[in-house]
Every structure is written in C-alpha cells, then in structure tokens.
C-alpha cells in the first residue's frame, strides 16, 4: 500500500458528536449523533434526487430535444416541484385485485430504501462521511443490488404480465450487467489496495503528471481510461437507462414493473429510480474522478458537480441513444462486457504487479 | 425494375392495354358474360369457380396484385368484385365479379390464391354479408363479434339498437391459452399500449421474449366511412370524409383518391393549374406524414421523448404552417373540389413561395441531422437491420404498397406507373431498397421525404412563372352531380402509405350507390403476422411502427 495521509479519518457521526458533545453520553450519545449525520446525508440527496432531479430532468431533456419544459409556475418553472410533488401525493392509490399484496406494497419501499442505504459509505467530502467501514466499496455494490430484488417483486406481486416481463428482464440484466460492474471495480482495487471509500479517495489525490504548471491528479478515469469506459456502460445498465433501459421499455411493456403502481408507490419507485441513478453518480466519482477532490471550492461541492454531471450524461444518453433489444443486451453483457472487464482486470494486475510494486 | 422474376406471357397484353379478348379466350367458359367498368373490363364468373380463374389470371396473364375486395348488394344478387392489378403496371387492370344469389350468398374464397383475400373477404362478410367457402378464418373483422346483421345489407335497420352486452364478448383475459404443458403466455398488446399508433389490439402469443403468433384485432375505430360516403352527395358532402382517413395528415392524397375516382367516373376535367396546387399540398402531406412515421418509428425503438421524435416534430410543424396557409386548415383540409381546388394559393405568393423555399433551403440539413442521430447509429443498426423481414413475393401476396413495399425492392409507384396530376411533366424518382427490413422501410421513407421537396420545388417554379390571367383553379362542374347508373370505377393515388384507391358506383343519383375505400393501411397491417412471427417482442412493435399505419385509416 502507498503511504498517504488520510483526508478524513473523522466520519460525520464522530464529528457531530464532538461538536455537540453528545459524544460524553456513551452508547446513547453516539446513537444520536449517527441519526443526526445520516438525517442530514439522506435530506442532501432527498433534495438533490427527489426534488431538483426530476426539474431538472425535465428541463435537461427538454434542453436535448428543442423544447422549453416547465416554466410558468415560478422562476424558471421551479414551483412545479411541490405542485407536482401534492400532485402525485394526492392521487388516487390504485391496488389491482389479485396482487400479492405484502410483496406489492413492500417492493416500491425496497426500491427507494436499498438506494438510500448506498449513500451511508460514500465520502463526499468536507467531512459529508457517514461511515467508512473497511470494505466500503463491497457493501455499496450489495446494497445497490437489493433494487434487483426490489424490481423483481414488483415484477411479480404485480399480477400484470407487462410487469412480469419487466421484472424478469430487469432480473437478467442486473445479473448480465452486475459481474462486469464489480469486476472493472475490482480492478481500480488493485490500484488503490483498498476497499476503503476514503482511502481509495486518497490514493487518487496524488498528481499523476504536471503539464505547464497543472498537476493532472490521478484520478483512476485518468489511470484506467478504459475501466473508467467500461465502468459508465455497467452503470447505466445498472441504472437501468438508455440504452439499457430494457426494464420498463415503455413502448415494449407499458413501464414494465412499474405499471400497476400509482400514487405513493409510484414515487417511491421513481425516487427510488432517481436515488439509483445518483448512487451509481456517486460511485463513479468516488472511484474512479476522485470523489469530492478538486481545486478551489469546497469538496461537498465537486462532489455535487460530478455527480450532476454524470446525471446529465445519462439524461443525454437518454434522449440520443436508442435502446437495445432484450437478447442483444444479454448478448453484449456476458459476451462483450464480461470478457472486457476480465481483461481489463488481469492487464490492471499485471501492471500494477510489475511496474508499481 | 429492381425484382428479377420471370415475365408472364405477354399474349395477354397489346398496346393499349390488357388484351381482353385474349383473356377471355383464357378463361373460356368459366366467363359468363362481361361488365364494361370505366377503369377495366370486368368478368362475371361463377361463385364456385373464383379459385380456379384467378389462379389462371395470376399464373398466365400476371395479375399478380389484388388491391381491393368489393362487396355490394343489389335488389337481386350479391356481388363481389376481386379488382386485379399488376405490380409492373397498374394501368393494367381487371375485375372479376363475382354475382351469388340471395338466398344463399355463397362464395368461393380467393384467398390461397391471394393470401389479402383474407382479411378483405372478412370485412366484405362482416359489412355485406357475403360468405366465404373454404376460408380459413371466417371472422368478423372491423365489428364485434356479437354484432346483429350485416350493416352495408340493404335489410338492414339501422335503427334497430344492437344489444352488445358486455357479458356476450368474449372476456380477453379469460381465452389464455393456458396449458399446462405450454410455456406460451398469451399477451394483449392494446388497445390501449404506448406503441400502438392508435386504437390497436393485437392479441400476440409469447414464448418467453419471442412472438409466437400475433392476430391483429382491428376496427376499434371504425367509423362507417363507406356509408357514411354513401349518403353524401358527390358534389360537395364526400370531400371532407377523406381527411379523417389518413389524419397523419394524408388528407390532401386521400382528397384526390377521391377526386380522382368521382372526375373519372363523372367526366370532369382539372384545370392544370388546378392540378399543380394539387401536387404540391399532396407532397407537403406526404412529407408531414413521413416525418411523423419516423418520429414515431423513432419514438418505439427509443423509448419516450427523445430527441429524433421532437426534431421530426419540429420539421413537421414547419410543413403544418405551410399547409396552414395553403388551405386554412392544419388537419382537416377540406381544400380539394371536383375539378380543381378551393382557392388559388395565399396572397402575398411572394411569402408563401419564399416561406416555402425557405423550408426546402433548411430539409438537407434537417435530413442529415437524422442520418446523424439514427441511420448512422449502431444501436439503431442492430435493433433495426434484418428485423421485421418482408420479402417481396410475400408483399405481394398482402397487397401490400407504398414504402412498404417500395422497401422489399418492389418498384411500384401510382404517381409515376398511373400517372395522374402534375406528375408527368416533373423530375423526381422513386425511392426503393432491397432490405425488406424495418430500417429500409425508413430509409425508403427518407429518401421520399427528398424526392418530395424536389417536386415541392418544381411545382413552386411552375406556380411562379404561371400567368396571372391563366390560373384557373376549377373547372365548370354541374352543380349537382348524377353520373350514369351502372357506371362503376376503381381509381387509385399514391398516398403517404401506399395504393388508397376509391371505387364507386353510381345510379344515376347524386349519392354513390356503393362507395368502397381501398385502405393501404389495411392490407400492409396485415403483412405483420409475417413479419414479425418467431421474432423478439422488440421487433414486433419495431416492425408495427415500420409499417406506418393510421388506425383512422385501417378501421375506416
């Protein structure tokens, strides 16, 4: 392992606790410092995800496809957001007859949830860490395939063969996809030598090479070009986004799982959606751009840049790419993907194991 | 021609057209006598020898095209008239009429002979009554089921209510083809479904990802177009029905199929500037309706708004305004007259011409960006290439025309093989690829969008240098319209979506005794099965959006 120094020993819980002395009052006292500092973590990415995402969304693509979007309620349509929000609180709950009703209700719950959870490992800078435990990187992987589960008993308990269709495809293409994802990652592992959130950061805050005065860190997308390549395509299939977004294919199977969730649940399926498609932001920034490294502003805030702009890739991504069919997905994951990321893993291996160590 | 195939005997065939003596010598006593329509000679054989006669005038005499079943019922018969054409050269026509009595109105099925038989033969069941002998699927088509009579009958009362509870349709859920051996799953596709252009159920069987089989399952927007036709005058109550045909909008194309066949029929000649301002909305509609076709094609390969679907929309709506301006309406045109056109072209000219050319100035641009965002994409590429395959013999076994067939290398364009119009005197070509494919279908299309805006802009140039005195824009038509009795025709136009032909027969009123419309959205809707069976469900509704089909048009 490269000796470094730490950018952020202190996780938020630690640090609350010290700021407001709660940390005197033992087990109790820490306990509600880490419910404070995941209240704040989950709140920053509620706004972000649930709120300013679907505007946002919204304006993005209408900014790709010629158009004005929202724009008549509030500055630059931003009203829309609560108007929209007691909207789709307010409609009517729809439970079809004949679903399988604990899996129904519990799987938009699972969906958002599983997304959230993901946050908790992140470093996202200025101290914004809820907690780093060793094998980071491993446990956000796990959390984030809960989804899968999550989309499969939509899929199931929604007695909807539209639903059915979409959840087994999106059973097979977070399986086709997951392998590749976590290999390419295993390989920025062998890099780092760490499954650490924050130390992976770190290692990446060392300039790589100094051209005219501009030091170029060694942010592993700098490094491992490639894995970084391959890592974007995982992930939006991952996320379930064009061209990957088999799933719901609305044109194909109506919405695919979603299709008989309303209200609430419909939400919660969509925030859950959102949360994903950041969770799978911030991992990429976490591993692979340095995570919330950058020069003058505050690091929370490149963190937000970077993964805004991943958003906005796969909006872009969205808009201009058509999608695959079912088969040609499953084809590209196990035959293309899975060869490439297992290539990529054993060149990264030799390469660190012969020039680096 | 691009399809290589062996000729037909050219006995059959003079200078003038199709040798009917020789044809009849072909058939020799199968004919019972014969019919002078105005667009062809039509044969009267026996209801119980169709097959064997049109096998004859397919194999031997190379009537390898029929467009359109007809069925009427008279005081004392009914009739079903088979109009045969030839996809070499569709001047070359013929009708085979086929008379059963009343009592028993029975009829041999055309229908291994023309495999579009079928679903026109079930439609002419379904609204006259005729029966089909030997037919394999001997279905209502366009009404439910349970529906009571036969509503283009002359019995029929039309006021009687029909009793269609819910209870006697048959519940879709419950047919599930459900066995427990099978591990097919029944899926209804619509009528309500984002990819259905419409109001289309298709009741497809699935095994796993892939269509087993697929019945398309129309006339959820049927609107009794015919009938409706049928109690209008010729003169000026028909002409609005055509727009609510092809509202994609195909409305002027469809206008002049029906101005085509109702001058033909009544002897009523078209002001050549008339005809001009003709070809010139018809190519703005033909665009408007293409740029929708590929927005929407788009739209079921991409998913949701993207950015090709807004950019076709945007185009289109520069089409709109143009059209807009020409006949005040952006949908429902109404603009066509027998014998010319409503009004001459908006004053100032100078704007409409610039307004236009400006248009024509910005569509390679627009065109390339396409071939940019789309045809060059390797997504595109995979997802569309060897899908939703349509080889050219089977093409013509459905009847189908237009782009799809245009797109399974079958060289047939009304515009240039029966001219009508300003089309002659202008320089343009006909757009075909040897694909059969989905992604030829687009590229057909694309390339037809480029082959209008060169008409676009020969017919602007012409309307330009026109003299001021000289534009006469209609003709002197009686104010009421009674062509002969007995006087019949089928007459056809190039629509957006293929071969709309309108056939008509008259009885000395001023309303057609018998109107019949000639849907090309109809015979190409039913090439899906055969493209898509033993396919992905993605192609499916690929290939569904390739074909271009307007419900309006389909249901009638």
């Not at chain 2, 009123?509 to 898509?532: G, Q, V, Y």
């Amino acid at each position: 392992m490269v000796g470094f120094l730490p950018l952020q020993d202190v996780v938020l819980p630690d640090r609350i606790a010290e700021l407001t002395g709660l940390g005197q009052f033992g087990v109790l006292g820490d306990f509600i410092a880490a419910f404070l500092a995941a209240f704040i973590i989950a709140n920053l990415m509620l706004a972000m995800s649930g709120v300013a995402g679907p505007w946002a969304k919204r304006k993005i693509t209408a900014a790709f496809t010629d158009r004005i979007a929202v724009n008549r309620i509030g500055p630059f349509g931003l009203l829309i957001i609560p108007a929209s929000s007691v909207q789709l609180l307010a409609k009517e709950l729809i439970i079809p007859e004949g679903v399988d009703r604990p899996a129904y209700d519990l799987a938009p719950l699972v969906i958002a949830s599983s997304a959230m959870l993901g946050f908790a490992v992140i470093p996202m800078g200025n101290g914004i860490h809820l907690a780093d435990p060793e094998t980071g990187l491993v446990l956000v992987f796990a959390i984030a395939s809960i989804a899968s589960l999550g989309l499969a008993t939509a899929g199931y308990a929604s007695n909807n063969k539209y639903s059915m269709l979409g959840g087994l495809r999106a059973v097979a293409q977070n399986i086709a996809y997951e392998i590749p994802l976590i290999v390419t990652a295993a390989s920025v592992v062998i890099f780092a030598g760490t499954l650490q959130m924050s130390e992976i950061v770190a290692a990446q805050a060392q300039p790589l090479v100094t051209v005219a005065g501009i030091s170029i860190p060694s942010w592993y997308a700098f490094v491992n070009p490639f894995a970084f390549v391959l890592f974007m395509a995982a992930n939006m299939a991952e996320v379930g986004r064009n061209p990957f977004d088999v799933p719901e294919a609305p044109t194909e199977i109506v919405a695919g799982y979603q299709t008989e969730y309303s209200s609430v649940y419909f939400v919660l399926i969509y925030l859950g959606e959102f949360l994903h498609i950041f969770l799978g932001a911030a991992i990429v920034t976490t591993i692979f751009l340095g995570g919330p490294a950058g020069p003058v502003l505050p690091g929370i805030v490149w963190f937000i840049i970077k993964i805004w702009a991943i958003f906005l890739f796969t909006q872009w991504a969205r808009s201009a790419l058509p999608r695959v069919r079912i088969d040609q997905l499953i084809e590209i994951g196990w035959k293309g993907m899975l060869v490439l990321s297992f290539a990529n893993l054993v060149l990264t291996a030799i390469i660190v194991g012969v020039f680096i160590a | 021609m691009s399809l290589e195939r062996p000729r037909p005997d050219q006995s059959y065939v003079t200078d003038d057209g199709v040798d009917y003596d020789a044809i009849e010598e072909l058939l020799g006593e199968h004919v019972l006598g014969r019919e002078t329509h105005i667009n062809a000679e039509g044969f009267v054989i026996r209801p119980d020898e169709v097959q064997e006669v049109l096998f004859a005038l397919r194999d031997q005499a190379g009537f390898d095209h029929l467009s359109v079943v007809t069925a009427q019922e008279y005081g004392d018969r009914y009739e079903s008239i088979y109009h045969l054409k030839k996809y070499d050269d569709p001047t070359q026509e013929l009708s085979v009429v086929v008379p059963t009595s009343k009592d028993n109105p029975v009829s041999q099925t055309a229908e291994p002979v023309y495999r579009t038989a079928d679903w026109h033969e079930r439609e002419a069941y379904d609204l006259v009554g005729i029966e089909y002998e030997g037919h394999p699927d001997p279905r209502r088509i366009l009404l439910p089921e349970t529906w009571q009579g036969h509503p283009l009958s002359l019995d029929y009362d039309q006021d009687r209510p029909q009793i269609v509870t819910l209870t006697e349709h048959a519940n879709p859920i419950a047919d599930d083809h459900y066995e427990s051996e099978s591990d097919t799953m029944f899926l209804n596709i619509g009528p309500h479904h984002p990819a259905t252009h419409g109001v289309l159920h298709l009741k497809a069987v699935l095994d796993g990802e892939q269509v087993v089989d697929v019945d398309p399952d129309i006339g959820y927007l049927h609107r009794c177009e015919e009938q409706m036709a049928q109690q209008g005058t010729y003169r000026h109550q028909i002409m609005p029905y055509p727009d609510r045909w092809d509202y994609a909008p195909g409305g002027l194309m469809n206008e002049w199929g029906y101005a085509r066949a109702a001058e033909d029929l009544a002897d009523i000649e078209v002001p050549e500037y008339a005809q001009v301002i003709r070809t010139l909305g018809a190519e703005l509609c033909r665009i408007c309706s293409h740029m929708l076709a590929l927005g929407t094609f788009c739209l079921d390969i991409y998913g949701d708004f993207t950015a090709i679907f807004m950019y076709a929309m945007r185009d289109r709506e520069k089409v709109q305004s143009l059209l807009e301006d020409l006949t005040g309406s952006r949908m429902m045109f109404n603009y066509l007259r027998l014998g010319g056109v409503a009004w001459d072209l908006p004053e100032p000219r100078e704007e409409f011409f610039e307004k236009t050319r400006d248009f024509l100035d910005d569509l390679p641009e627009a065109t390339q960006e396409y071939h940019d965002l789309i045809t060059s994409n390797e997504i595109f590429q995979i997802r569309t290439i060897d899908t939703g395959v349509l080889e050219p013999e089977v093409a013509k076994q459905y009847g189908a025309t237009g782009p799809v067939a245009r797109a399974s290398g079958i060289d047939y364009d009304l515009r240039r093989d029966d001219p009508y119009g300003y089309y002659p005197e202008l320089d343009w070509d006909v757009a075909t690829d040897d694909g059969c494919d989905n992604y030829a279908r687009l590229l057909v299309r694309m390339q037809e969008v480029e082959q209008s805006a060169k008409i676009i802009e020969q017919c602007i140039d012409v309307l330009e240098s026109w003299p001021e005195e000289d534009r006469e824009i209609q003709s002197n038509v009686p104010r009421t319209l009674r062509p002969e009795a007995d006087t019949e025709i089928y007459r056809a136009v190039e629509a957006a979506k293929g071969e709309l032909g309108i056939y008509i027969r008259a009885d000395g009123t001023d309303k057609p005794a018998r109107f019949k419309i000639r849907s090309p959205c109809f015979s190409n809707l039913h090439t899906l099965p055969e493209m898509s069976e033993g396919e992905y469900i993605a192609d499916l509704i690929a290939s569904l959006g390739s074909l271009d089909i307007i419900l309006g048009e389909v249901d009638r």
